[in-house]
């Protein structure tokens, strides 16, 4: 049995380092802008707060960290993820947006589809009619995502995020999740985590306009 163990812990290694888990990864994301004609009120989105809180060497990888510990370097946070692991499950490489993207700014742009797909004017920042626009803000609690080391290999994505402000939604609303997984039984490749997060921010963008009014 032990042997057979060995065994299965050695393959399992092997396919997620084919995946390059001991480097930095960036992932590209483009939100789609929806056709929908605008009927309804302009607004803008004044702010995103980024919430969330990294751990050094965290019990669960579910909790935000990335590589070296580089907490302090908000820079980099800001850009962050996901965190990929070793095939016996120690943290490895860190999963981020490119130079110049913060998730905040990826949230905005969800937010901002969700609500023109509603109907909405979003007036971006210095456009005409922004400083009368109704103003909207949200806080991201949860945007993260990670591998789970099992029969299979699955990485998975949750984001959670509070609206504050005078969205148009019921109170029993302003707390907006996304949700996605892949699960492989062979390897964890680059683009799979490319292909998470975008399968993620759809599901947000999803639930964020299903509970606009």
């Not at 993207?101 to 009619?129: C, D, F, I, M, R």
């Not at 945007?143 to 609206?163: A, C, K, P, Q, Y």
């Not at 975008?198 to 964020?208: C, I, Y």
Request: glycine residues 8%; contains cysteine; proline residues 5%.
């Amino acid at each position: 049995m032990n042997a057979v163990k060995t065994v299965f812990l050695a393959i399992i290694a092997g396919s997620v380092l084919a995946g390059c888990a001991a480097s930095r990864s960036e992932v590209d994301v483009a939100i789609a802008k929806p056709s929908t004609a605008p009927t309804k009120a302009a607004v803008k989105i004044t702010e995103v707060v980024d919430k969330r809180r990294f751990e050094i060497s965290p019990r669960s990888p579910s909790t935000p960290s990335v590589r070296d510990n580089e907490i302090q370097n908000k820079e980099l946070t800001a850009r962050a993820v996901g965190r990929k692991r070793g095939g016996f499950g120690n943290a490895w490489g860190d999963v981020v947006l490119p130079e110049g993207q913060t998730v905040s700014g990826l949230v905005e742009q969800v937010l901002a589809a969700a609500l023109a797909e509603k109907g909405y004017v979003v007036v971006p920042k210095g456009g005409a009619g922004y400083e009368t626009a109704r103003p909207l803000s949200a806080e991201i609690e949860k945007f993260w995502s990670w591998v789970n080391l099992g029969m299979d290999i699955r990485i998975t994505h949750e984001s959670l995020i509070r609206l504050t402000g005078p969205w148009p939604v019921p109170e029993s609303g302003r707390e907006v999740r996304g949700h996605a997984f892949y699960n492989s039984y062979v390897a964890i490749v680059e683009s799979d985590w490319g292909d998470l997060l975008k399968a993620g921010t759809n599901d947000l963008q999803r639930n964020a306009a299903a509970v606009l009014q």
